[in-house]
């Protein structure tokens, strides 16, 4: 039974960039499709990018697109969400998600896709 422990959040000035860790432990990742999410307060979750099992396609969605890259280190099993040019805009609790396990080629966008979830790292973007 793998769980997930997100790290890496931190208070940050507009135009920074950070590092998000995404940590297996139990298990392995490798496995998984991974996504990233991010959610403030009476919003929904927002899908941010993510990385399939397999090759390692990336998804991204369009706020994220050329900030944002998703990554993963099998080997250490841990999943990146390296974030430049940061804005007011990015503040948010962010998530790591993983799907159910099965080596999929695909990487969801819906949270309803994921089966695992971290407790999220809280990223604040100062103007």
């Known amino acids: 039974q793998v769980q997930f422990v997100e790290s890496g959040g931190s208070l940050v000035q507009t135009g920074d960039s950070l590092r998000l860790s995404c940590a297996a432990s139990g298990g392995t990742s490798s496995w998984h499709s991974m996504g990233w999410f991010r959610q403030t307060p009476g919003k929904e979750r927002e899908f941010v990018g993510g990385?399939?099992?397999?090759?390692?396609?990336?998804t991204y969605a369009g706020s994220a697109k050329d900030r944002f890259t998703v990554s993963r280190d099998n080997a250490k099993n841990v999943v990146y969400l390296q974030m430049n040019s940061l804005k007011p805009e990015d503040t948010a609790t962010y998530y790591c998600?993983?799907?159910?396990?099965?080596?999929?080629?695909?990487?969801?966008?819906?949270?309803?896709?994921?089966?695992?979830w971290g407790q999220g790292t809280q990223v604040t973007v100062s103007s």
């Open positions: 998600a993983a799907d159910a396990g099965t080596f999929s080629f695909f990487v969801w966008t819906a949270a309803s896709e994921y089966m695992y």
């Open positions: 990385i399939s099992a397999g090759v390692g396609k990336t």
